[in-house]
């Protein structure tokens, strides 16, 4: 089966709602149909710049998705600062982040909160992305395996292969998001192959073929095409250069 690549743009806690419409109106000057056509873009703002980007895109007929970086498990409740699925998706969101590492570190964002925002992305008729991915010390110990092993089957135990089948998965060393350090290409696709395997046991080959996986981690202008041409990535959840519409174009089109 071939699985269409996804650049999703992370924008963290980065850009006012004026800066977003900026940056999404340049990314978009700077794309043509065959990009779109082979590769997916998504970007993800801050809250307070949805819905301005949401009203860019469809204003421009720009082929471009929309994500969120988080939200909160309950549909409504007493959640102060907190976003529920269900106001994302009326914003028309397609994609939710669920799992970041900066979530898991700072914020408290355990295994058990993580299955939860996962199940209530679907619920609410959304794709998740689940990033997941190892501390430089874990991967020093030669545990890797059973880290990034662990968080999957924890988000995603009990969901059927039909689920299981449309969500994205996010390889992020955490040892490589914002430090410049990037995992070799051979570092990323061994791991990415490792996770491919792991829904291949739990859900099958149809399922293990039709889940994208991408790699997050400094991905960059210079490393982008190295990491694409390993056949199990399937694009790349990137940070800091998405900042950048022209280095985020270029990203896109790695393949030219």
């Not at 977003?20 to 998504?42: F, H």
């Not at 700072?106 to 619920?123: I, P, Q, S, Y």
């Not at 996010?170 to 490589?176: M, Q, R, V």
Request: net charge negative; with cysteine.
């Amino acid at each position: 089966m071939t699985r269409k690549d996804l650049m999703a743009g992370n924008w963290k806690m980065n850009t006012s709602h004026l800066e977003a419409i900026q940056m999404v109106q340049k990314l978009g000057y700077r794309l043509d149909p065959a990009d779109y056509d082979r590769v997916e873009v998504l970007v993800c703002p801050p809250f307070t710049a949805l819905r301005s980007v949401q009203t860019v895109i469809e204003t421009d007929y720009l082929p471009i998705a929309l994500g969120a970086q988080n939200c909160h498990w309950e549909e409504a409740g007493a959640y102060t600062g907190e976003i529920s699925p269900t106001m994302l998706a009326k914003l028309g969101v397609s994609y939710v982040i669920v799992g970041h590492s900066e979530r898991r570190q700072m914020f408290g964002d355990d295994d058990g909160a993580v299955a939860k925002k996962l199940r209530a992305v679907l619920g609410a008729g959304m794709t998740p992305i689940l990033a997941l991915g190892e501390t430089l010390d874990q991967r020093e110990a030669a545990v890797i395996e059973e880290i990034i092993g662990g968080q999957l089957h924890a988000a995603l135990d009990g969901l059927d292969a039909e689920t299981g089948g449309g969500l994205v998965v996010a390889y992020e060393p955490i040892w490589a998001i914002g430090t410049g350090r990037t995992a070799s290409d051979e570092q990323a696709a061994e791991a990415v192959g490792f996770l491919r395997g792991l829904i291949r046991e739990s859900w099958g080959e149809a399922t293990a073929d039709s889940t994208r996986i991408l790699y997050g981690g400094s991905m960059n202008p210079g490393n982008v095409a190295g990491l694409m041409a390993k056949r199990d990535i399937d694009g790349g959840l990137i940070g800091g250069a998405a900042l950048d519409p022209d280095k985020f174009a270029a990203m896109i089109r790695y393949y030219k």
